[in-house]
């Protein structure tokens, strides 16, 4: 990284938006906010945009809190302490409380970078860099804030690029051949083309960069507009593609892959579906996101947790697990897993047999329990003998069973079978 990347670097504050409940995910959901829902074996959603700034040398950020945080709060406590301010490092946690009359909800996305202006001024920091905290993406944020600088734009949005076919539930960018944005469509019918790729077009990723004095600018006026929903998509971005002061950052200038990712990934696990298939996706031989890259890591909060355990080596009950992931404190005995992402201190026993499970922590699974493509939330006890994924009817009375056959247990589930 060279001087002049790295003090824009440190010039940067990182402001992410975390408080989104994330209704997709249903019962996923009832505890805890998107952002903190686990993914990957030992991370939450969240870690990624954090680590995505902490790698890009952001260290200055602020992260705004609102749907059922304390999980997420917890989270960043735990895992995400680490900045010293001597070194002019920060991580505030910045619950939707700011104002001082009754409404204390975050209104909109624009809203809440609204009520924490003082606290950004505060650190005075020139740029300020506006995430999602639900999306799974590796990003060096640097390079979309050297554009947005040498550009002179208003605002640089960050866009993904997807199938034209698939973009109709998106908010797409028109754009010229020079990056500026042309109109912003709220999930078009007919989604504009990216010049020279006619089969794909630009969806906006909800990443934003602002010159930190223009940006509370325009939050101000913004906040004054009785007309204004107070939301980034809606308001804010779209007056300044009317203006012509807007650019798109195409994800794949700075998407960092290792050798062996194929594509630039990006996903939002917002469904049941999404969710469970990312997270499989990860145990496939050469799986689409490198999540073993030592040069970018994802930082989270790690427990203290003994190795792994596979016991029993007899026929019909033998610990193994084959295409899988296994975090530490899980014990697998005499179980057979089959593409499996088992998350921290995770139990199966004996005869249990489990393909296409997804198991949040300290789940543990009951004796001779048969298991197929399943999402398990955290604390669950598989009682023993269950059977899910070979009968849909009875799943769908029982659990949360999606069109595609994923079936979500929680705890409540599990509890109204007796």
């Not at 922590?361 to 398990?376: D, S």
Request: hydrophobic content about 40%.
């Amino acid at each position: 990284m060279d001087q002049d990347i790295q003090r824009l670097e440190q010039q940067t504050m990182a402001f992410v938006l975390a408080g989104g409940r994330g209704s997709r995910l249903k019962e996923l959901t009832d505890k805890r906010a998107k952002p903190a829902v686990y993914f990957g074996g030992k991370s939450r959603i969240i870690d990624f945009a954090l680590s995505n700034a902490v790698n890009s040398g952001i260290r200055r950020i602020g992260v705004a809190t609102q749907y059922k945080a304390h999980s997420l709060i917890r989270h960043l406590q735990r895992g995400w302490s680490f900045f010293r301010a001597e070194r002019n490092e920060s991580l505030d946690i910045l619950p939707a409380s700011q104002r001082l009359d009754e409404e204390n909800w975050y209104k909109g996305t624009a809203d809440a970078v609204t009520q924490n202006i003082d606290i950004i001024q505060g650190y005075g920091p020139k740029y300020i860099l506006i995430l999602a905290g639900d999306h799974i993406y590796k990003q060096d944020y640097s390079k979309m804030i050297r554009q947005h600088v040498e550009s002179g734009a208003k605002v640089t949005v960050g866009c993904i690029e997807v199938p034209r076919e698939e973009a109709s539930g998106f908010g797409v960018m028109k754009v010229d051949e020079s990056d500026k944005i042309l109109d912003f469509i709220e999930k078009p019918a007919d989604p504009p083309a990216m010049p020279g790729h006619p089969d794909l077009a630009l969806a906006s990723m909800g990443i934003y960069v602002f010159e930190t004095e223009l940006l509370i600018e325009l939050l101000r006026a913004d906040a004054e507009n009785p007309d204004s929903s107070n939301d980034f998509g809606n308001d804010i971005i779209p007056a300044l593609v009317k203006e012509g002061a807007a650019m798109a950052h195409p994800f794949s200038r700075s998407c960092v892959r290792s050798g062996l990712e194929p594509e630039p990934y990006w996903r939002d696990v917002g469904t049941i579906d999404a969710f469970w298939q990312a997270n499989i996706d990860l145990t496939d031989f050469v799986p689409e996101l490198d999540i073993y890259d030592n040069d970018w890591p994802i930082w989270t909060y790690s427990e203290l947790t003994p190795p792994a355990k596979f016991i029993h080596n007899e026929e019909g009950r033998r610990g193994q697990a084959i295409s899988s992931m296994v975090s530490g404190g899980c014990i697998i005995s005499g179980s057979q897993l089959h593409r499996c992402m088992l998350f921290t201190g995770c139990r199966t026993h004996s005869y249990s047999q489990l393909d296409g499970v997804v198991a949040m922590p300290y789940v543990e699974i009951g004796r001779k329990a048969r298991l197929t493509n399943v999402v398990i939330d955290r604390d669950v006890k598989i009682p023993e003998g269950l059977v899910v994924g070979e009968d849909p009817e009875l799943d769908a009375k029982r659990f949360r069973r999606t069109e595609n056959g994923i079936c979500l247990i929680t705890k409540p589930m599990i509890d109204a079978l007796d």
